[in-house]
């Protein structure tokens, strides 16, 4: 028989140490679906990054030098790489200087447009990319083990359909300076202020000195019609563009006010 008497604190503490698993069992709010998500995502770039660095490469480095390898003659425009690696121009600028210092890419100004510079994987820097690569996918596919069998390509559909929650698609809007959300991640954003369905797509950056900045153009503002079609899409709104003839009469909501704005256009 034991001499230690149980204690009724201990069996208190016990309780609320059970609660936990508890809660666990109800349905997860926003916000511990979003801590939950950081501190996954927290542990994923810890992991990655440590594979890399016994090739001394950094995350964003080993993306840009992966995605110049798997490009057309491992060449693309510094706009391409920004949106294939996710990451802002200024910041792209730094990263990429830093890669040209060690002669990883070459860099040079866009024969065709003066404005556009062109990165291309040196040797150096492809030796290294296939070096480094397969220590960063078995390190992904060991993480990846860690997901309930069968459901990796559930998941990863729902991140991406998350994704586009954040990231605007930038195709062929850049010639009005304007980067655009999905109509579906549209009609969500504006449910979430009370605003009424309105097929379009909405605006979520104005890039300054463009012809949508001139042209008054903000973000928020949710363009239904193009010319003479409705946008019922980022296709329609291209199509659109590349119909236009040196304007293009654009019809929005701001809010629930409708709005007109005439952007003239660059070649």
């Known amino acids: 028989m034991s001499d230690v008497k149980s204690d009724p604190a201990d069996a208190g503490r016990a309780q609320t140490a059970a609660q936990p698993a508890d809660l666990s069992r109800e ?18 770039e810890s992991e990655l990054e440590e594979a890399l660095a016994e090739h001394r490469l950094t995350r964003p480095s080993f993306l840009v030098l992966d995605a110049l ?18 990451r802002t121009s200024g910041t792209l600028s730094i990263r990429l200087g830093r890669l040209e210092r060690a002669r990883l890419i070459e860099r040079e100004p866009d024969a065709q447009s003066r404005r556009s ?7 150096r820097g492809r030796a290294l990319l296939l070096a480094a690569r397969p220590a ?36 062929a809007t850049p010639q009005l300076g304007l980067a655009v959300a999905t109509a579906a991640v549209a009609k969500r954003m504006r449910a979430a ?9 909405l605006v979520v950056r104005v890039r300054s ?14 363009i239904t019609r193009a010319g003479e079609h409705s946008v019922h ?15 293009l009469v654009l019809e929005a909501l701001r809010g629930a006010e409708p709005r007109d704005f005439t952007l003239t256009l660059r070649s």
């Open 27 to 44: 349905e997860s709010t926003p916000a511990q679906l979003a801590d939950l998500t950081i501190s996954v995502a927290a542990h994923l």
């Open 69 to 86: 390898e798997r490009a057309d003659r491992h060449t693309l425009s510094q706009r391409d790489l920004v949106t294939r690696v996710r």
């Open 117 to 123: 510079v062109i990165v291309t994987l040196t040797e």
């Open 136 to 171: 960063y996918e078995q390190r992904a596919a060991r993480l990846a083990a860690g997901l309930p069998a069968g459901s990796a390509t559930a998941l990863t559909e729902q991140l991406e359909g998350w994704l586009a929650f954040f990231e605007p698609v930038e195709r």
């Open 193 to 201: 202020v009370g605003l009424p369905d309105e097929a379009g797509v």
């Open 209 to 222: 000195d463009s012809p949508a900045d001139g042209a008054g153009v903000a973000r928020g503002d949710l």
């Open 233 to 247: 899409s980022i296709g329609d709104l291209e199509r659109a563009v590349r119909a236009a003839d040196g304007t």
